[in-house]
């Protein structure tokens, strides 16, 4: 798994590019809704939806490597569309790692 391309694409609104480096049946959180997306498709339906209104940027911070997959330590800042900070903060993101695709990505809070 490529993690510096995978966040590259993201940051950049590239939503092929994410969508490249997922697992056809990706399992990915919907921070509106608290709920969760299925599929590669669906991941990047909101992905685009997401980057009308918001921009994105995450930079790892640090890399693990965890049982089946990456912890990453993202800096995370999001912009809306006049480019307003609405959020610069740190998490993690839990990467579940398949045949070297992202499976799932669950978010939470980074170690201290």
Same mark, same amino acid.
């Given at each position: 798994?490529?993690?510096?391309?995978?966040?590259?694409?993201?940051?950049?609104?590239?939503?092929?590019?994410?969508?490249?480096?997922?697992?056809?049946?990706?399992?990915?959180?919907?921070?509106?809704?608290?709920?969760?997306?299925?599929? /590669?498709? !669906?991941?990047?339906?909101? &992905? +685009?939806?997401?980057?009308?209104?918001?921009s994105? %940027?995450l *930079?790892?911070?640090? #890399?693990?490597?965890?049982?089946?997959?990456?912890?990453?330590?993202?800096?995370?800042?999001? /912009?809306? !569309?006049?480019?307003?900070? &609405? +959020?610069?903060?740190?998490?993690?993101?839990?990467? %579940?790692? *398949?045949?070297?695709? #992202?499976?799932?990505?669950?978010v939470?809070?980074?170690?201290?």
């Amino acid at each position: 798994m490529n993690h510096v391309r995978l966040y590259a694409a993201w940051s950049a609104g590239d939503v092929d590019g994410v969508a490249a480096l997922l697992h056809p049946e990706v399992d990915w959180p919907e921070p509106w809704s608290g709920g969760r997306l299925h599929g /590669r498709a !669906a991941v990047a339906g909101h &992905l +685009s939806t997401q980057r009308a209104t918001l921009s994105v %940027t995450l *930079v790892p911070v640090r #890399v693990r490597p965890r049982d089946g997959g990456l912890a990453v330590t993202v800096h995370q800042v999001v /912009r809306d !569309a006049d480019g307003d900070v &609405l +959020s610069d903060t740190t998490v993690l993101h839990e990467l %579940t790692v *398949v045949d070297g695709l #992202v499976a799932r990505l669950d978010v939470g809070e980074p170690p201290p």
